[in-house]
């Protein structure tokens, strides 16, 4: 069944399609919609602009959000493929992603962390190109643009700034030139929400947007399925690295560089995910594009079919057990 990923047809993402629907099929059958939070006047206003079409439709909201999640596992297929991120293209990062946005069901509902995230992916697009850009200020200006409007949407995001700050040591020469262009992209966000908020007369929304909270282990509800995501999780990630052992040394520098980056996204995602705002119960969707791009690497093991075949069966039975044990 592996074999069916491996390959780059056009009829495996028709595949993908499926696989997500019937893993996501239970929020769909319970959809829900999504409320608006004190403090994040970018998301409500998202909302609000939605609702005037949908009138709070539940499962509008939640089909929504399962199809941008299907999405955003083609995108990091994408910039797997394009960044040279993997020995050869295949769609196994986007299963991955697929299978673990589906461990719990509060990944699937349409939230902030949805919307955070397509923020990252486009920056990761565009930093991972820093090394070969004919247009380096141009894309610079983007990437920055990206990592604001996400702090924009959830404060805790503020944190990517140092991811974007360490890829821009790594994949570019210093040049001041380039980070005062960088400076200004991560500013315009910043200033055009003020701008907006004040001719709106809503400017003291901006005194309520910074909020932070210790949210993680503040409560175990369900310590069955945190023991079975945190112990398949930490095995999965552990046998991507594994793979990648066999990979990277062969990788040019860049891609290299292209990885430690993905790795502080990784951190930086765990640190948002644990100290953002309790009104977000979704928060550790933050993580999983960086975890799905480590775990992808052990699905591609060749050389070892028997290894990347208990891979893809181990993550398909962590996935089971998990929708399991949260509803247990």
Same mark, same amino acid.
């Given at each position: 069944?592996?074999?069916?990923?491996?390959?780059?047809?056009?009829?495996?993402?028709?595949?993908? *399609?499926?696989?997500?629907?019937? *893993?996501? !099929?239970?929020?769909?059958?319970?959809?829900?919609?999504?409320?608006?939070?004190?403090?994040?006047?970018?998301?409500?206003?998202?909302?609000?602009?939605?609702?005037?079409?949908?009138?709070?439709?539940?499962?509008?909201?939640?089909?929504?959000?399962?199809?941008?999640?299907?999405?955003?596992?083609?995108?990091?297929?994408?910039?797997?493929?394009?960044?040279?991120?993997?020995?050869?293209?295949?769609?196994?990062? &986007?299963?991955?992603?697929?299978?673990?946005?589906?461990?719990?069901?509060?990944?699937?509902?349409?939230?902030?962390?949805?919307?955070?995230?397509?923020?990252?992916?486009?920056?990761?697009?565009?930093?991972?190109?820093?090394?070969?850009?004919?247009?380096?200020?141009?894309?610079?200006?983007?990437?920055?643009?990206?990592? !604001?409007?996400?702090?924009?949407?959830?404060?805790?995001?503020?944190?990517?700034? &140092?991811?974007?700050?360490?890829?821009?040591?790594?994949?570019?020469?210093?040049?001041?030139?380039?980070?005062?262009?960088?400076?200004?992209?991560?500013?315009?966000?910043?200033?055009?929400?003020?701008? =907006?908020?004040?001719?709106?007369?809503?400017?003291?929304?901006?005194?309520?947007?910074?909020?932070?909270?210790?949210?993680?282990?503040?409560?175990?509800?369900?310590?069955?399925?945190?023991?079975?995501?945190?112990?398949?999780?930490?095995?999965?990630?552990?046998?991507?690295?594994?793979?990648?052992?066999?990979?990277?040394?062969?990788?040019?520098?860049?891609?290299?560089?292209?990885?430690?980056? =993905?790795?502080?996204?990784?951190?930086?995602?765990?640190?948002?995910?644990?100290?953002?705002?309790?009104?977000?119960?979704?928060?550790?969707?933050?993580?999983?594009?960086?975890?799905?791009?480590?775990?992808?690497?052990?699905?591609?093991?060749?050389?070892?079919?028997?290894?990347?075949?208990? =891979?893809?069966?181990?993550?398909? =039975?962590?996935?089971?057990?998990?929708?399991?044990?949260?509803?247990?």
């Amino acid at each position: 069944m592996l074999h069916l990923f491996r390959n780059k047809s056009p009829y495996t993402v028709l595949i993908l *399609l499926i696989v997500a629907l019937l *893993l996501k !099929s239970g929020v769909l059958a319970h959809p829900q919609a999504p409320a608006r939070l004190d403090g994040y006047f970018l998301y409500n206003a998202v909302i609000g602009l939605l609702n005037v079409v949908v009138r709070g439709n539940a499962f509008f909201y939640t089909f929504l959000a399962v199809i941008m999640l299907f999405l955003q596992a083609l995108y990091i297929n994408a910039i797997t493929t394009r960044h040279r991120l993997s020995l050869r293209p295949t769609y196994f990062p &986007a299963l991955a992603y697929i299978l673990f946005t589906s461990i719990h069901p509060a990944f699937n509902y349409f939230g902030v962390p949805v919307l955070v995230n397509w923020c990252m992916l486009i920056g990761m697009d565009i930093w991972l190109g820093f090394n070969h850009s004919v247009n380096p200020r141009k894309n610079l200006f983007n990437a920055a643009f990206a990592v !604001s409007l996400a702090a924009v949407l959830h404060f805790a995001g503020v944190g990517y700034l &140092a991811v974007f700050l360490g890829a821009l040591l790594l994949l570019r020469p210093y040049n001041t030139g380039e980070l005062i262009v960088a400076g200004m992209g991560y500013l315009t966000p910043l200033y055009f929400s003020a701008g =907006i908020l004040f001719i709106v007369d809503m400017l003291p929304e901006l005194a309520r947007w910074p909020n932070l909270d210790f949210t993680i282990m503040r409560r175990v509800d369900a310590p069955v399925y945190l023991g079975i995501a945190l112990g398949g999780a930490a095995i999965l990630v552990a046998s991507g690295v594994y793979a990648m052992q066999q990979y990277l040394p062969k990788a040019t520098i860049y891609v290299r560089r292209g990885w430690m980056t =993905i790795l502080f996204y990784l951190i930086m995602s765990v640190l948002v995910a644990a100290l953002g705002d309790v009104q977000v119960n979704n928060a550790w969707l933050f993580t999983i594009p960086a975890l799905s791009m480590f775990i992808a690497q052990g699905f591609m093991l060749e050389k070892s079919k028997w290894f990347s075949n208990f =891979i893809f069966y181990f993550s398909i =039975i962590l996935v089971l057990a998990c929708q399991w044990a949260v509803n247990k």
